[in-house]
């Protein structure tokens, strides 16, 4: 919940980078000009011993080359010195630059990292709605703390960059100074080979006219080297201004930074004191999470229970279902098995009467016979041949009707049982008995076998040997 916001010591603005090459330029034009004037000195003071005096003075010239030996020794060093500086300069340069970067990448990622939480907190009000009005509590009194954070923050990084340019500035101060000391002395030890050529005018006023060019070139470096002096003077006051506002800014940054301490102390405290109470806060959303998962779990249950309940109902409804299209079946099947069942009794009805008709026959041949005297011998064969198919016949006939009323029996009980629902209630015994269907099948067969038999027994062998033929027939063709 609290970000972390890193200090630097680096500066923001561009105004300490301006400040430096101010603080930086005249000191590097001091020394680049310094250079330029002892050039120019340079050549005055080789020449100068190298000149054979008016007197003759030979043995004199390598006491004279000393002084000029030594001066450029001297102007050697101090440009070894220059560079060296000039590198440092060039490697502080480069070390303020890579702070700069690191400070930038630094923020870059601490807003990222805002960003991010930010978006998690989102996240969170989202998925708890039910905690919205402590949510936004939480995210004001996290915003006061981030604001007062990134003040604090904010404030420490501008101590410490003013602290850093005061540093600097003392430096180069320091710097300066050291400068401006080697300069006096620079002008003293000039100011001595001055003297000494001074004192060495009066010996070589034989060769005045000679070397009064040099001492006019020696004239103009001079008044160079005096403005020179002037132009650094007047810098020297400026810097020391400089240096005093610096100093004064100084003080007032440290009088602010005092402040500002004083409020981080207090922000801190009530930092503090919040973080309590979000504690107190997570620790009674925890509960309230735990007591939500648990409604939930309960309410997974109760949909898992109904869903299960919803299930069982619809297998209810599937059954019920396919009872009523077994119902719709069986009763199809009752509806062809009466038409069936009308058919035969229509065939019964109709052998019936060709029975009657066939026993009217018999009686009346039998009548003839008996009246006809003259047909006595055949009608006695026939009498005896009769009786023993007739007999047959009658047995035939009346056991085909016995079976054929014990099977419409059957059939109208097994009617009256599948119409009452009996075979419905007891899937037990379904299963392990054949099916009402399949039982009026076999009614309905036997009775076709028993119409059959009647129908051959009853019509003449002519008749029946043709039916067996055609039979035989349809059977070599199927």
Not at 356 to 376: M, N, T, V
Not at 426 to 455: G, N, W, Y
């Amino acid at each position: 919940m609290f970000s972390y916001q890193p200090h630097h010591s680096t500066p923001k603005d561009k105004m300490s980078t301006s400040l430096k090459m101010s603080h930086s330029s005249p000191t590097t034009h001091q020394r680049s000009s310094s250079p330029s004037a002892r050039r120019s000195l340079s050549p005055a003071l080789a020449r100068r011993p190298g000149s054979p005096s008016r007197n003759g003075a030979s043995n004199r010239s390598p006491i004279k080359q000393y002084p000029a030996q030594h001066e450029s020794d001297t102007i050697q060093k101090q440009r070894r010195e220059l560079q060296l500086l000039i590198a440092e300069l060039k490697d502080r340069d480069r070390e303020l630059n890579e702070m700069a970067t690191t400070h930038q990448k630094q923020l870059l990622a601490w807003e990222e990292d805002r960003q991010r939480i930010l978006t998690l907190e989102q996240k969170c009000y989202r998925q708890e709605g039910e905690l919205h009005s402590r949510g936004e509590q939480i995210k004001g009194l996290t915003a006061q703390l981030k604001m007062l954070e990134s003040d604090g923050s904010n404030k420490s990084s501008a101590l410490e960059s003013t602290q850093d340019q005061l540093r600097r500035i003392s430096e180069k101060h320091s710097h300066t100074q050291l400068h401006l000391q080697e300069l006096e002395e620079k002008n003293s030890t000039l100011n001595g080979s001055l003297m000494d050529l001074s004192s060495t005018v009066g010996e070589l006023e034989a060769r005045e006219q000679e070397l009064l060019t040099m001492l006019k070139l020696k004239d103009k470096d001079l008044v160079e080297a005096s403005n020179h002096i002037s132009e650094l003077s007047t810098k020297l006051k400026k810097l020391d201004f400089q240096f005093r506002e610096c100093q004064r800014s100084a003080a007032d940054a440290k009088k602010s930074a005092a402040e500002w301490k004083q409020k981080c102390a207090d922000a801190k405290q009530e930092g503090e004191k919040l973080k309590n109470e979000l504690t107190k806060q997570q620790t009674e959303n925890e509960e309230q999470y735990i007591e939500l998962q648990k409604a939930r779990q309960e309410i997974t249950d109760l949909k898992n229970d109904a869903a299960l309940a919803s299930e069982r109902e619809k297998r209810k409804d599937q059954l019920i279902e396919l009872q009523r299209s077994k119902q719709e079946r069986a009763d199809a099947e009752l509806t062809s098995l009466r038409q069936l069942y009308e058919r035969q009794q229509r065939d019964l009805s109709l052998l019936h009467l060709n029975l009657e008709s066939s026993k009217d026959l018999i009686a009346k041949q039998q009548a003839s016979l008996e009246s006809s005297p003259s047909s006595r011998p055949a009608s006695r064969v026939s009498i005896h041949s009769s009786p023993s198919k007739s007999p047959q016949k009658y047995r035939s006939a009346t056991s085909l009707e016995d079976k054929h009323s014990s099977l419409l029996n059957a059939l109208d009980s097994d009617i009256t049982g599948i119409v009452n629902g009996e075979d419905f209630s007891l899937p037990a015994a379904r299963d392990q008995d054949a099916s009402p269907t399949s039982k009026l099948h076999r009614l309905l067969t036997e009775s076709r076998q028993m119409v059959q038999s009647l129908e051959r027994s009853t019509l003449p062998p002519y008749v029946s040997r043709m039916d067996r033929s055609r039979t035989s027939d349809k059977s070599e063709t199927e």
